[in-house]
């Protein structure tokens, strides 16, 4: 069974600014996965890694290819510790427009080396990843460079999006974040097919779901012979 999107928590800086990103309160339960997407306006222009909830959150995938582009990043966090109400924050490096997306997954599980994908280009941003397992969801977050109106945007893989920073008035970039199911154990494209146009960054990350509990081994009992008294 595919893992389940519990709650989804979008924040950004628009204008810009410096002030650190905080999302709403959530309540995690223990062994949730937490999936951290950041994106900015610029390549040169990073968020500081996430924290919150007494959590440890590891970077997965950073795509900043100097030049004209954005930069985004993946932080993942498996919960722990049962901290109750708790946020995410993240503070960006120099003023800027950006953004954070949290998504909490509960019946997943991370790979000790979770499958990854970062890349750059142009046209629509999009890229291929191949997952474990067809029981999976791709996780990704992009950037648009070239502020183009998203208004068209189309999610491959029968996608959703869950999160947008939409600053293509004034050319300050746009920031787009999605998920889908993975279709098997083959390459597979994730991201966007429209609009084009775009100079983008992109990252996405395998969420697997959760290993099926073992089932218990029942030993059946030997019938008691009866006893007979001569």
Not at 2 to 25: K, N, R
Not at 42 to 47: L, N, V
Not at 51 to 78: K, V
Not at 190 to 219: D, F, R
Request: hydrophobic content about 35%.
């Amino acid at each position: 069974m595919a893992p389940t999107l519990a709650s989804s928590h979008y924040v950004q800086i628009s204008p810009q600014g410096t002030s650190t990103l905080t999302t709403a309160s959530f309540t995690p339960a223990n062994g949730d996965v937490l999936i951290v997407k950041m994106a900015t306006w610029d390549t040169g222009s990073p968020m500081g890694a996430p924290s919150g909830g007494s959590q440890t959150y590891t970077s997965q995938a950073i795509e900043a290819p100097g030049g004209f582009n954005q930069w985004c990043a993946i932080y993942t966090a498996t919960v722990s510790g049962s901290p109750g109400s708790m946020t995410v924050s993240c503070t960006p490096s120099v003023s800027l427009r950006g953004s954070m997306l949290v998504e909490r997954w509960s019946g997943a599980q991370l790979a000790a080396t979770p499958v990854t994908n970062k890349t750059a280009g142009s046209g629509a941003a999009s890229s291929t990843i191949t997952p474990t397992a067809g029981t999976s969801i791709i996780s990704w977050v992009g950037g648009d460079a070239n502020s183009v109106d998203p208004a068209t945007r189309a999610y491959l893989g029968s996608g959703t999006g869950d999160g947008l920073r939409d600053d293509h008035v004034g050319s300050n970039g746009v920031d787009y974040y999605g998920y889908q199911s993975s279709t098997g154990t083959s390459s597979q494209s994730y991201g966007l097919s429209a609009p084009t146009g775009m100079a983008w960054v992109i990252a996405g990350i395998e969420v697997q779901a959760a290993a099926a509990a073992a089932a218990s081994l029942v030993i059946p009992r030997r019938p008691t012979r009866g006893l007979y008294l001569r």
